[in-house]
């Protein structure tokens, strides 16, 4: 499964965001992340 985390983050709150969501999607067995 291939995942893209799209964002816009004017100050960085949401740049955090998805950082998490992009980690979790991570410790999914056979995710591919970027």
């Known amino acids: 499964m291939k ?7 004017m100050y960085g ?3 955090r965001m998805a950082e998490a969501v ?4 991570r410790e999914v067995q056979g995710a ?3």
């Open 3 to 9: 995942l893209k985390v799209v964002f816009y983050s």
């Open 13 to 15: 709150h949401i740049y």
């Open 22 to 25: 992009a980690e979790g999607a």
């Open 32 to 34: 591919e992340v970027e």
